[in-house]
């Protein structure tokens, strides 16, 4: 019982890592570029849930859609504003920018008077609830989370599969010139992207908020996000979900199981492994150039 508790709460902390780790490859298949700033939209997106909730007065549910509608036309208006005049850049550049675009979201947020330097609390309406199944204690909050990330899963597969905007998605990933030429508007298409990405970040955001209370360095997580991406194959959106739960569990269990210090560092240890063992990652594509 005592393992299954475990892996519970690694599944959980895993869904906020894949959550994170979505954006990262969402960015990378649409634009061949690496966000780090996917964090710091995070704790923007559950700071924004804060702000409907408390200084609105807004009820939960409308305060968590209006901060994933927000973060979603923050995320297009960065990519209008900031990203898009750089594309073309060498790659270092582009990098360099969003981990500045980290730094000064964090920056402002700490500005912010009684706010951006205390820790908050989401009033949630399930906090600290529990649900007892024989001798198991599942956290209601861990289980809103898990069932959230799959409820999410199965939209963007939806997408994806059968939306005009989906397959948009996927051909101008695969080919920007080519989807191009058949009529496809890659450039609102790659804004629309960081929208989602901005989005989905909101979410893990706010599921995260409840767990770990709501501060302006909670974006550091996504530093434990991007090896789940490399795990699972960064260009891959299941492999984010399956890197993110690996990563998850694998810091839980080496967390109790082993002595102070693993855990920070389990993250990292398995992508090393994976890099020896499996270079591409778990779902990654083999790419061949012929010269």
């Not at 959980?12 to 964090?39: D, N, R």
Request: proline share 4%.
């Amino acid at each position: 019982m005592q393992v299954l508790q475990l892996v519970i709460s690694g599944i959980s902390q895993g869904c906020i890592y894949g959550l994170i780790a979505l954006g990262f490859v969402l960015i990378y298949k649409a634009t061949e570029t690496v966000s780090f700033a996917q964090g710091e939209l995070m704790m923007l997106g559950a700071f924004a849930g804060l702000a409907g909730m408390t200084l609105l007065g807004f009820p939960y549910w409308l305060a968590v859609i209006s901060a994933i509608v927000a973060m979603a036309a923050f995320g297009v208006v960065l990519e209008r504003v900031v990203i898009r005049p750089i594309l073309g850049q060498p790659q270092f550049s582009i990098v360099m920018l969003t981990i500045g675009i980290g730094y000064v979201a964090r920056g402002l947020i700490t500005m912010i008077p009684n706010i951006g330097t205390e820790t908050r609390v989401l009033p949630v309406p399930y906090k600290d609830q529990i649900w007892n199944v024989g001798t198991l204690v599942l956290n209601v909050e861990q289980m809103v989370v898990i069932g959230a990330t799959g409820v999410l899963c199965v939209l963007l597969f939806a997408m994806f599969r059968y939306s005009k905007l989906g397959i948009a998605m996927q051909a101008s990933s695969q080919n920007q010139l080519a989807a191009y030429y058949m009529g496809i508007p890659v450039k609102r298409i790659n804004g629309l992207v960081w929208g989602l990405a901005a989005a989905v970040a909101a979410i893990a955001g706010l599921l995260l908020a409840p767990i770990t209370f709501v501060h302006a360095n909670m974006g550091f997580i996504g530093l434990k996000a991007f090896p789940a991406a490399v795990v699972g194959g960064f260009g891959s959106l299941p492999g984010a979900i399956v890197g993110g739960l690996i990563v998850g569990i694998v810091e839980s269990l080496s967390g109790f199981y082993l002595p102070d210090g693993f855990k920070d560092t389990a993250a990292y240890i398995v992508v090393l492994v994976m890099l020896v063992i499996k270079p591409n990652g778990l779902f990654g594509e083999k790419l061949r150039k012929k010269v």
